[in-house]
């Protein structure tokens, strides 16, 4: 029998707001265990929470950049149960009346284009941290207790460990985008439960499902869910039950282990938390917010393949993280204003190759920050010499790396060490002559016909002037010297 995978991923993404959600507590990720923190997100008696704005106003943007329907009034509800992470015995979250309702997200898996639904959108607080010592001791650093995630809930539309991992990476590219959340797997940022079933293929009714906890690689989301299938389609195919529960990916057995029994929704006790009154988001709010969004990956894309003629690689590249996004667009801005001659398109691929070729290089990348070895504005200035055959290509690296050791400007840089571009005729034309008198066999191989021997004509010529000299004028010079009976 064939067994169709059915997979629903319920995502929790930290929101990039500097204090946790119901307190004003910093959010700072490694601060020493246990400092972070306030009577209100240690749970002490008295202490009442209020809701952080900037959390909202981020999680009004994930849910507007994935198309769902944002709700006027929300409630934050108590989901009870016991933990040593969390103090109060209860976590605030929101469940029947959740801040966004529906929302789809598309994405590419290789070179076709799937859709996933979306059931909603809720916020909730993050509980504490536990860790275990080699003593046996278990600790509790109560840091991230209270830090303001929103969960994203897929419906179960997902058919395969490929389009699970795609989409990961997809909604995650797109909360950075919008500057909601840092992206950060490692640090827990970014996390993911996989609800995983099979069913008889060709039949609607769902399996029993198994959540996968906490996995934070999207390789390892992919993995896992494939070992949880393999799983499944054996108990099944011996006669025996598949169980709800909690299980765990095991990177070193390549399989999943079960941690503990899955509850259900009505073993939480869920009730409307008595402390925090509904959150009424006004439409004037929800469309003030719209407008000031940051454009996500896939409008970037589509903006800088249609309209700058970008290939689909350099898009993809190019957005692969929004400061590189940001900086090559502030290269393009600058570059256009400098050189407004010039096409836009013929700007943005120039900017493309250089910027993913070379600054790219020593660029180092931390959360949604970013640090280049060069300013945006003084590689557009870079560009800019190119553009005026002031200096050649070749030469604009040399620059690039004199100007990561040197505040002065690619043009001052330039001048002080005589990088200027040659393009005197009478100068280039004694090279040509002086490069042609030592290669009579080349120079007999190209008037044979073997026209592709220009290039090496070319290469020595740029090799003579140590890349100075214009290639269009040394091209233009050889031919009509090779070509001279």
């Not at 898996?109 to 993050?126: A, K, P, Q, S």
């Not at 003629?309 to 993809?316: M, W």
Request: hydrophobic content about 40%.
């Amino acid at each position: 029998m064939t067994y169709e995978l059915v997979v629903g991923l319920e995502v929790h993404a930290q929101l990039a707001a500097e204090t946790k959600l119901f307190c004003g507590c910093r959010t700072e990720f490694a601060a020493p265990p246990n400092t972070q923190v306030c009577p209100v997100c240690l749970g002490l008696p008295g202490a009442l929470p209020v809701v952080n704005q900037r959390a909202v106003e981020l999680a009004i943007r994930a849910g507007i950049a994935l198309g769902c329907t944002v709700q006027n009034e929300s409630i934050f509800a108590r989901k009870n149960y016991f933990y040593p992470d969390l103090a109060k015995g209860y976590q605030i979250s929101q469940f029947d009346r959740p801040l966004h309702l529906n929302g789809e997200l598309q994405f590419a898996v290789g070179d076709t284009m799937e859709t996933v639904l979306l059931e909603r959108i809720h916020m909730e607080e993050d509980a504490a941290k536990s860790s275990h010592d080699e003593t046996g001791d278990s600790l509790v650093d109560f840091n991230r207790g209270g830090v303001a995630l929103i969960e994203i809930v897929t419906k179960p539309v997902i058919h395969s460990a490929e389009s699970a991992e795609a989409y990961l990476r997809s909604l995650r590219d797109i909360l950075m985008f919008i500057g909601a959340n840092d992206g950060g797997l490692e640090q827990g940022s970014f996390r993911c439960d996989a609800n995983v079933s099979i069913r008889p293929e060709g039949t609607d009714t769902l399996g029993t499902r198994v959540e996968l906890k906490n996995i934070n690689s999207f390789r390892f989301v992919r993995l896992a869910i494939e070992a949880e299938r393999a799983r499944q389609i054996r108990l099944v195919e011996s006669g025996e039950p598949v169980v709800q529960e909690t299980r765990a990916w095991d990177e070193s057995s390549g399989s999943t282990r079960s941690m503990r029994g899955k509850e259900d929704a009505h073993d939480y006790r869920y009730f409307p938390d008595p402390d925090l009154p509904p959150l009424y988001v006004s439409a004037d709010w929800i469309e003030e917010i719209r407008t000031d969004m940051p454009p996500t990956p896939q409008v970037l894309k589509d903006t800088w393949c249609n309209q700058w003629s970008l290939t689909p690689y350099d898009a993809e590249v190019l957005t692969g993280h929004p400061a590189t996004a940001n900086y090559f667009q502030q290269v393009v801005d600058t570059l256009c204003e400098l050189a407004p001659a010039e096409e836009t398109a013929t700007i943005a691929k120039r900017a493309a190759n250089f910027v993913q070729s070379e600054v790219m290089r020593g660029a180092s990348f931390d959360g949604l920050s970013a640090t280049f070895s060069v300013e945006a504005n003084r590689v557009a200035q870079l560009l800019h010499l190119v553009i005026e055959s002031t200096i050649s290509g070749k030469i604009a690296k040399d620059v690039l790396q004199a100007m990561t050791e040197s505040p002065q400007s690619p043009a001052a840089i330039v001048e002080e060490r005589g990088w200027g571009q040659v393009s005197d005729d009478a100068v280039l034309e004694e090279h040509i002559r002086r490069i042609v008198d030592a290669h009579p066999n080349q120079v007999e191989q190209y008037r044979s016909g073997k026209t592709k021997m220009l290039g090496f004509f070319v290469g020595q010529v740029m090799k003579a002037t140590q890349g100075r000299a214009n290639p269009q004028r040394v091209n233009a010079l050889l031919k009509t010297t090779l070509d001279k009976p």
